[in-house]
């Protein structure tokens, strides 16, 4: 194997909301990739890393086979020295031009196990990065911005993008703990102007920032007594939420009992169903959560995160709500096409999720549907 292409060993991380043991892709990944990894059946595996951020580090990894022909691997060296020892060569001089780093990759690729719901929120751009961290360094720790893909492994469910503006008047006019929460004024007012059938409308977005911005600006025990009827509502009257919702709404009740997420993920964001293989690309300043199953998630380098529901961490009310695109839409138009990758041949099956920036894309490449490899790189 030549020095350009050779195994790693990724970091897992045990946060609390990971799959448990081995039904978790991320413990089967690190223990499929290196068998002295251990599976503990009563652990959270949640994500495992590969990439060049220094606090989980990625190993090149020293491959050996015993004479009995057992192949083992131990850790060599980290990922991250091995390009700062020769970043021209390894990462290319273009590369570094472009994003400015001698000792990192631009993009940190990720397997994600989800049993619990992970926060609702949006990341910024690179121009409200840099402004963020100029003005509260304290919440956001870089300058950068952070654009998510997410590629099923198994069955997926997340948030994505607003519903399309007709549901959400829909659940207004006929939720009466919604309704009642946004106020009768604003309920009118979404209902007698928005024009659903217009596209990327200001006035439509406008309608739509009131909704979420009075909604997101209430207190926190005012929620929690509506979120509570509205579980109850989901209980004595499921017809009025359709197929989904009810039991949606009871299922996240139990991992965030009477939260905001409740209303502005559950009833104003698209909930999208991926099959393996199916992608979505999360665009900066539109509001998304992961909220089951396993993914191969790549993003840019960054950790600028606006948090709006089902965390216990901070939320900046007023930043989120000024940032959002308000961008609407229907659920299957979030989802990310995989394209045919030209220069593939051969034997294999090639797919490329090929978002539109410039950190990263993702290659998948299947050997008749026995095995698969998915390679990323920067693209210039
Ligand atoms: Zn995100």
Request: proline share 6%; glycine share 6%; charged share 25%.
């Amino acid at each position: 194997m030549s020095d350009k292409l050779f195994n790693v060993i990724g970091g897992a991380q045990n946060y609390a909301w990971g799959k448990h043991g081995a039904s978790s892709a991320v413990a089967q990944f690190a223990h499929n990739n290196d068998p002295s990894f251990p599976i503990d059946e009563s652990k959270p595996y949640a994500e495992l890393w590969m990439g060049t951020h220094p606090s989980v580090p990625t190993y090149k990894a020293v491959v050996s086979t015993t004479e009995t022909g057992v192949v083992t691997k131990t850790k060599g060296e980290t990922l991250r020295s091995i390009i700062t020892a020769k970043p021209e060569e390894n990462l290319g001089s273009k590369v570094i031009a472009k994003f400015g780093a001698k000792d990192e990759i631009p993009f940190l690729f990720k397997v994600l196990s989800i049993e619990k719901v992970l926060s609702i929120q949006a990341h910024p751009d690179k121009s409200l990065g840099a402004q963020l961290r100029k003005a509260d360094p304290a919440h956001y720790p870089d300058a950068n911005h952070k654009p998510e893909m997410a590629i099923a492994v198994t069955d997926f469910e997340a948030f994505c993008g607003f519903k399309p503006l007709k549901q959400i008047d829909h659940l207004l006019q006929t939720i009466p703990e919604f309704r009642e929460l946004i106020g009768e004024q604003i309920v009118k007012e979404f209902h007698d102007e928005v024009q659903p059938e217009k596209k990327d409308d200001e006035n439509n977005k406008k309608l739509l920032q009131k909704v979420f911005g009075k909604l997101m600006r209430t207190p926190e025990d005012q929620i929690a007594s509506y979120a509570e009827k509205l579980v109850a509502r989901t209980k004595s009257q499921p017809e009025l939420f359709g197929d989904v919702l009810a039991d949606l709404i009871q299922r996240l009740n139990v991992q965030f009992p009477n939260d905001i997420g409740l209303f502005c993920g559950c009833l104003m964001l698209n909930h999208c169903n991926l099959k393996k293989g199916e992608a979505i690309f999360l665009q900066a300043r539109d509001p998304h959560a992961y909220i089951s199953g396993d993914i191969m998630e790549c993003m840019a380098a960054s950790d600028n995160v606006i948090r709006a529901g089902f965390t216990p961490k901070f939320k900046d009310v007023e930043v989120l709500v000024n940032c959002l695109t308000y961008s609407y839409n229907d659920v299957e138009q979030q989802k990310l096409q995989a394209a045919k990758f030209s220069r593939g041949s051969g034997a294999a099956n090639f797919a490329l999720y090929d978002p539109p920036i410039d950190e990263f894309s993702v290659l998948q490449i299947s050997f008749d549907g026995v095995s698969e490899l998915l390679v990323m790189k920067a693209q210039l």
